[in-house]
């Protein structure tokens, strides 16, 4: 168990307004990652920190921001959610040898 | 351009015969390989790795090759259980040279029949 929790684990929003989804692990971790997961695909990676306020974005970061003023936060914001944005939300932290991560449980997030 | 390729999305097996999920790469640069299982409605978990200078890596019932000539590498499970069934995520990394970022596979599903 790599401590990490998510917050809210769902959530139903409409077009147009804004979303913040929040990370938090309790072992110090200095890399964070988001991803999303849609039907059909595998995780594609949002954005990612190397530490405090150290971010930058991954594959499919458009319409997505995130900040992490601690190490154990790292918080993912949807400026103005789409439908397209309906999605799994996944963050993780990455520890171990190999470049292992370990996951959170995820927030499903509904935009109508 | 999808650099991690698992081209099963599914695949059906008996409890007790072996698994053999498989995975394609493009990028010569990745130095690890990671696989992951994942139960519905709960996060990916990390199941086993190998790093590119060994052609093989065994814990239990799960062993993972790689064949880096072929840019290929898969995960056996032998032998397999019910509980097995889930959805299993191939995954690459360049190492630190890429801050530790993985890129995933699309996943395929594993079902073990009882």
């Known amino acids: 168990d790599a401590g990490i929790t998510q917050s809210p684990r769902h959530k139903v929003t409409e077009t147009g307004t804004p979303v913040t989804l929040r990370c938090h692990q309790t072992?110090?971790?200095?890399?964070m990652y988001w991803y999303r997961q849609d039907p059909g695909h595998g995780l594609r990676l949002i954005h990612y920190s190397y530490g405090v306020k150290d971010t930058d974005k991954g594959e499919v970061s458009d319409g997505y921001s995130v900040s992490r003023s601690k190490t154990e936060d790292f918080l993912l914001t949807l400026e103005s959610a789409t439908s397209s944005q309906t999605s799994v939300y996944f963050c993780?932290?990455?520890?171990?040898?190999?470049?292992?991560?370990?996951f959170g449980p995820g927030t499903r997030l509904t935009v109508t | 351009d999808q650099q991690v390729k698992q081209n099963s999305p599914s695949l059906s097996v008996q409890e007790g015969r072996i698994s053999i999920l498989n995975c394609d790469y493009t990028?010569?640069?990745?130095?690890?390989f990671l696989w992951y299982k994942k139960y519905p409605a709960e996060g990916p978990t990390f199941l086993i790795s190998?790093?590119?200078?060994?052609d093989k890596n065994e814990d239990g019932r799960f062993t993972v090759f790689l064949n880096k000539s072929a840019k290929h590498l898969s995960l056996h499970i032998v032998p397999s259980q019910p509980g097995d069934s889930a959805v299993y995520f191939c995954a690459a990394s360049e190492g630190d040279t890429n801050a530790g970022k993985s890129t995933f596979g699309d996943g395929t599903t594993l079902t073990v029949k009882p």
């Open positions: 990028n010569s640069m990745f130095d690890y």
């Open positions: 072992e110090n971790h200095r890399y």
């Open positions: 993780a932290i990455r520890s171990g040898l190999a470049y292992e991560q370990y």
């Open positions: 190998i790093s590119s200078i060994k």
